[in-house]
């Protein structure tokens, strides 16, 4: 099956530092997805991004599926940002899409 | 909000029982899925649905059992609970509502089986 990598494994910023979160995929993927897992352990979708650039407040995404990676962007981080960043591929595109996740990423934010 | 509701939240029992963990939707999505989390494994999915009495198995389905007689709940047995299932359980539903495909998550079953 598909592998999905992602580094660094583990991030510490001081707050208001950026940091770029990056995500490798081995095959193909029509489905590409970032999570963050907060403290709590609530996991919440930030970006549904196969392809191109999307923003969204301090965090942006670009995947270029062409080489088969995608990085996630934060900006003045702040200590609410800390948790674990999950990238998730499917070859696959639809509703039905089964997604593989890779191992996260930890980030901490110190004030 | 795609109202997704796990139950329980918590969990312990004993090796060799079974437990059944609860996902319900009240939004009518048609796909769902369970997966687990294990430190060091990220999310691995255990089964999925894609609709009414339509379930296939995932990457690590062994040990584990789904149903789904109704659209709005897809249940997940451990038919006789071992240590290596103890874990954090997460159901998930994938519709185009946003206008693309993404996954919600529910807010997790932590199962420790003792």
């Known amino acids: 099956g598909i592998q999905v990598e992602q580094s660094p494994p583990d991030l510490i910023l001081q707050e208001g530092a950026n940091s770029t979160l990056r995500c490798n995929f081995s095959d193909s993927v029509n489905n590409l997805q970032w999570f963050h897992q907060n403290p709590w352990g609530q996991l919440i979708n930030l970006f549904y991004i196969p392809s191109g650039t999307k923003q969204n407040g301090r965090l942006s995404a670009t995947t270029v599926a062409t080489e088969r990676y995608s990085l996630l962007y934060i900006s003045s981080s702040q200590t609410t940002d800390s948790g674990v960043y999950f990238c998730a591929v499917d070859p696959y595109t639809g509703a039905n899409s089964k997604l593989t996740f890779g191992k996260g990423i930890t980030l901490s934010v110190r004030p | 909000d795609a109202g997704i509701t796990q139950s329980p939240r918590h969990k312990v029992t004993e090796t060799g029982t079974p437990v059944t963990l609860r996902c319900h939707q009240t939004e009518n999505h048609r796909y769902m899925y369970w997966y687990r989390q294990d430190p060091g494994h990220g999310l691995r999915l255990i089964h999925y649905s894609y609709g009414v009495k339509d379930t296939d198995k995932g990457e690590v389905s062994d040990g584990y059992s789904v149903s789904r007689s109704k659209t709005e709940d897809f249940l997940l047995t451990l038919e006789s609970a071992t240590s290596s299932q103890t874990s954090v359980y997460f159901c998930?539903?994938?519709?185009?509502?946003?206008?693309?495909?993404?996954?919600?998550f529910g807010s997790g079953t932590r199962l420790t089986v003792v």
């Open positions: 998930a539903i994938s519709s185009s509502d946003r206008g693309d495909y993404g996954y919600t």
